[in-house]
Nanobody, 136 residues
Framework: EVQLVESGGGLVQPGGSLRLSCAHS????????IGWFRQAPGKEREGVSC???????YYADSVKGRFTISSDNAKNTVYLQMNSLKPEDTAVYFC??????????????????????????????WGQGTQVTVSS
């Protein structure tokens, strides 16, 4: 069973930085996608960024140039470096993963082909989330 544990959230002032970590276990395939999603109060969960060893990295337009996703395969950890944070970045940030070959193929054909982050419903495995608050 795939398990994901997020960490690194907290309170930061506008313009500041945070680095989120997603420690994953149980991923037995060498083909998978791991992504970061967020949900602000009263809003739907949305994709922020994702990474795949076969496809590269993808970002939502709202975070391009400010956030960077990376992976340390030796540590089974995916990071989200968040710079120039804005109050509208305030949300619970979730890490999610998908390993099913059929679902990965759909993600590639439908979303990666358009250079987009897949919707939350496209991924099966989720962490518990970590709160990020950007406020002065």
């Amino acid at each position: 069973e795939v398990q994901l544990v997020e960490s690194g959230g907290g309170l930061v002032q506008p313009g500041g930085s945070l680095r989120l970590s997603c420690a994953h276990s149980g991923v037995t395939s060498d083909d998978y996608i791991i992504g970061w999603f967020r949900q602000a109060p009263g809003k739907e969960r949305e994709g922020v960024s994702c990474i795949s060893n076969r496809d590269g990295t993808y970002y939502a337009d709202s975070v391009k140039g400010r956030f960077t996703i990376s992976s340390d395969n030796a540590k089974n950890t995916v990071y989200l470096q968040m710079n120039s944070l804005k109050p509208e970045d305030t949300a619970v940030y979730f890490c999610a993963a998908e390993t099913d070959p059929i679902k990965l193929a759909v993600i590639r054909e439908v979303t990666f082909a358009l250079s987009r982050v897949p919707p939350p419903a496209a991924l099966d495995y989720w962490g518990q989330g970590t709160q990020v608050t950007v406020s002065s």
